[in-house]
């Protein structure tokens, strides 16, 4: 990642937050502390945020508090064919007219575009699947309430009665922060809480991760593996981590990347 792109991730994430720690920015940005903290110095002299003991804060604190994750914008273009095939897998669950939840993020993003085919009711709380199935299919699409975060373009309420409740699905589609022994991981306390919620209402649980999230850890756990119905990741995953998938009797995926994905990989990248 270049200078300029963590420059922009770190003064994202301080404008979200009042503080953001080193180890937050690592794991935002992938970079090394010794990096992040040359980073943050660099933007302190430029006075475009103020380094604190462990971390940096913004100079004009938030009035509406962010969440801790990587912008969709950043995320988007990472491991991207590796996203489409799975994506594609995932949709290759769906039947016309199955109800079904789609937790927002870059990886079940890319579902949007072989689910513009079907036909299913689809619950989100992700604003760019949203617009893009009342825009290119005929999918009956319903959003809970909430307050948009515009970094991550998801909509997130701490409330409980947020609408969430009254729809009850056969699956319900998520990526996730991490994934290892002990389950599903994410960083920040709200997805937590607003995943949950999501998760309680459907039958069967599918993770859409590729396999370098098998390697990524997070403090928080979502959900333990026993929870998890079908993981769908690609070709890089481990036996290692195949073999603990097996040891829960969670039912594995393994999309194929096809030329066409990697192709379009390339023009995005271009």
Do not use: W
């Not at 992938?30 to 110095?41: F, K, L, P, V």
């Not at 701490?158 to 699956?171: C, I, K, L, M, V």
């Amino acid at each position: 990642m270049h200078e300029s792109e963590r420059h922009r991730i770190i003064l994202s994430a301080i404008e979200g937050r009042p503080v953001v720690t080193v180890a937050d920015l690592v794991t935002l940005t992938g970079a090394s502390e010794a990096t992040i903290r040359r980073d943050i110095a660099a933007l302190h002299v430029a006075k475009k945020l103020r380094r604190v003991r462990g971390g940096a804060e913004s100079i004009a604190p938030p009035n509406f508090v962010g969440i801790n994750a990587r912008p969709f914008s950043v995320n988007e273009g990472i491991r991207l064919a590796e996203k489409r095939a799975i994506a594609r897998a995932a949709v290759e669950l769906c039947s016309d007219g199955e109800a079904i939840i789609i937790n927002g993020g870059t990886t079940t993003f890319q579902m949007v575009h072989p689910l513009s085919a079907k036909r299913c009711q689809v619950f989100t709380n992700s604003f760019p699947i949203a617009d893009h199935l009342l825009k290119h299919s005929r999918n009956t699409v319903l959003l809970p309430a909430g307050a948009i975060y515009r970094e991550q373009n998801i909509i997130l309420s701490p409330f409980d009665e947020d609408g969430s409740r009254h729809f009850y699905a056969r699956r319900m589609f998520m990526g996730c922060r991490g994934l290892g022994p002990l389950g599903l991981m994410e960083g920040d306390p709200l997805l937590v809480q607003a995943e949950q919620k999501l998760i309680g209402q459907a039958e069967e649980l599918v993770v859409l991760a590729d396999s370098s999230k098998f390697a990524a850890r997070s403090s928080l756990l979502l959900c333990p593996l026993k929870r998890i119905h079908t993981v769908i990741t690609d070709e890089g995953i481990t036996d290692r981590d195949a073999a603990m998938l097996e040891a829960a009797e969670v039912r594995l995926i393994v999309a194929r990347i096809g030329a066409a994905d990697r192709t379009e990989d390339r023009a995005g990248e271009a």
